[in-house]
């Protein structure tokens, strides 16, 4: 009878083992897509700072060009 407990107990303790190895795989799995993740969000934080300047470079230049265009308006005299 001792040795059926025995057998029982350590069937019990191989199926946990096994839930338990199969749980370290999922997470170290998991691990491995956040850091995928992160790093995705890194590159697309840079890519957002590239788009802000390129477009506050634009609005440099508009700005510029709006001034150029009101200064030959004043001399034209075409602004009323």
Not at 11 to 18: D, G, N, P, T, V
């Amino acid at each position: 009878m001792t040795g059926e407990v025995e057998n029982l107990m350590l069937e019990h303790l191989k199926r946990f083992q096994a839930t338990l190895d199969r749980m370290d795989r999922r997470q170290e799995e998991i691990i491995g897509r956040l850091a995928n993740l992160e790093g995705s969000l890194a590159s697309m934080m840079g890519h957002l700072a590239h788009l802000a300047g390129a477009d506050a470079a634009q609005q440099l230049a508009i700005d510029n060009v709006n001034r150029r265009l009101d200064r030959i308006e004043r001399r034209l005299e075409l602004s009323h």
